[in-house]
């Protein structure tokens, strides 16, 4: 099967969404003949001299890769002479339309068996230039917008099949009117075995922290809808030996949490900034309670998503506490693998970290049992998962 994977994002990539793209086309790339078909765009100065990919995302071999021109001006806002978010959303339009309009010759010429994507526009384009083509669309987020509502029951109509990340999510797809059969539930995943080396003890010796310190951990973007302001808020409701770290964000994102952390007076949080993903199993380990605090108010949070970091939180075999919402109980089940909290409510997640602390068999089992759940949504068996969707659809 000849594979093609198309995806408008930046490579090497500080977002989620690369990862999931390189792990997903990589377990595919075992079994199928895949290639990633992506947009030219301006790299992170942070991570400019990346160049082995498969090195840098962990990767079990080497993914084919094909880019596109765009116009990349994402640079530009912090130098324009008007506000930023009207800067922003300008030059993603001519990005997202110069992308576009220079994949039209390579959809002309190609020919593959499947063509895979993330992308709305990508899809309707594919659906106008290869009408007689199977194309899937893997869709994380159900549109709000009158103009997307349309546009998204066009493309349910006319693509071969939908894979969504959660039950929620398909319920929404077929009640805009996508038969069932042809959607797909495939969760996100993780290599389990990348954070089956780290020894916590070790780790946390060289990290320098006090044997008798707790460490309360988030990993991630800094977004609102992540929940991030709901664990700076509780920071300050947690034992004296509780030390709060946030792990991630970019540039753009810190200086909002950092104004935050100020704010509150949150003294025993540490902001940590962006790691890469090779490290991040090492700063899992180092944690006593892993937290997941996505807020409720936000339907991406409530119903859409299938964040990496809870599977990476799974396979850490570290106590979780998480937002107790409908997307995350699809994978995280209170008092088995994780203790769930009330969303948005920064007195319920105190609470539930001192639960988890002071109960170390409660400790215990949250972890083991996380641990081995991990095992069940690895990056082959999503690959497997999808393909074996494909083919039940048949040509």
């Known amino acids: 099967m000849r594979f093609v994977y198309l995806a408008n994002v930046r490579l090497p990539g500080e977002k989620a969404h690369a990862i999931q793209i390189?792990?997903?086309c990589a377990a595919l790339a075992a079994q199928v003949d895949v290639c990633l078909v992506h947009a030219r765009r301006t790299t992170r100065p942070w991570l400019r001299q990346v160049t082995d990919l498969r090195s840098y995302y962990g990767?079990?071999?080497?993914?084919?890769?094909?880019?596109?021109?765009?116009?990349d001006l994402?640079?530009?806002?912090?130098?324009?002479?008007?506000?930023?978010?009207?800067?922003?959303r300008f030059v993603f339009v001519i990005q997202m339309l110069t992308y576009h309009l220079a994949?039209?010759?390579?959809?002309?010429?190609?020919?593959?068996?499947?063509?895979y994507t993330r992308?709305?526009?990508?899809?309707?384009?594919l659906v106008l230039l290869r009408r007689n083509c199977r194309v899937f669309l893997e869709t994380h987020s159900f549109p709000s917008s009158r103009s997307g509502l349309t546009l998204q029951r066009w493309l349910v109509g006319h693509v071969s099949g939908l894979i969504v990340l959660t039950?929620?999510?398909?319920?929404?797809?077929?009640?805009?009117?996508?038969?069932?059969?042809?959607?797909?539930?495939?969760?996100?995943?993780?290599?389990?075995?990348?954070?089956?080396?780290?020894?916590a003890t070790d780790s946390r010796q060289r990290s320098g922290i006090e044997p008798g310190d707790a460490i309360i951990m988030y990993v991630g973007q800094m977004y609102s809808w992540k929940g991030v302001d709901v664990l700076v808020a509780a920071a300050s409701k947690l034992?004296?030996?509780?030390?709060?770290?946030?792990?991630?964000?970019?540039?753009?994102?810190?200086?909002?949490?950092?104004?935050?952390?100020?704010?509150?007076a949150a003294r025993n949080v540490t902001l940590k900034g962006y790691v890469t993903p090779s490290e991040v199993p090492g700063y899992l380990s180092l944690a006593s309670v892993l937290v997941l605090p996505n807020s409720g108010k936000a339907d991406v949070s409530?119903?859409?998503?299938?964040?990496?970091?809870?599977?990476?939180?799974?396979?850490?075999?570290?106590?979780?506490?998480?937002?107790?919402?409908?997307?995350?109980?699809?994978?995280?089940?209170?008092?088995?693998?994780?203790?769930?909290?009330?969303a948005d409510d920064p007195d319920a997640l105190a609470a539930a970290i001192r639960c988890v602390l002071e109960d170390a068999s409660l400790a215990e089992r949250l972890a083991r049992q996380g641990r081995s759940d991990a095992k069940a949504y690895s990056w082959p068996a999503r690959a497997r998962a999808i393909l074996q969707f494909i083919d039940s659809l048949g040509v």
């Open 74 to 88: 994402f640079y530009l806002p912090s130098r324009l002479p008007f506000r930023r978010l009207p800067a922003l």
């Open 239 to 264: 034992p004296a030996k509780c030390q709060v770290w946030l792990v991630g964000g970019t540039p753009e994102e810190l200086p909002r949490v950092e104004k935050l952390i100020g704010d509150l």
């Open 119 to 125: 992308d709305t526009m990508t899809a309707a384009l």
């Open 302 to 342: 409530r119903y859409y998503t299938s964040p990496l970091k809870m599977f990476e939180y799974l396979a850490a075999g570290r106590p979780i506490v998480a937002s107790d919402l409908p997307s995350l109980r699809e994978v995280l089940r209170d008092g088995e693998n994780a203790l769930l909290f009330r």
């Open 22 to 24: 390189m792990q997903t």
């Open 167 to 199: 039950q929620e999510l398909a319920k929404h797809y077929a009640q805009l009117g996508c038969p069932p059969r042809r959607i797909a539930v495939v969760p996100d995943a993780v290599d389990a075995e990348a954070f089956e080396q780290c020894s």
């Open 103 to 115: 994949l039209i010759p390579f959809l002309l010429k190609s020919r593959a068996d499947v063509y």
């Open 59 to 71: 990767l079990p071999c080497d993914v084919r890769r094909r880019t596109i021109p765009s116009l």
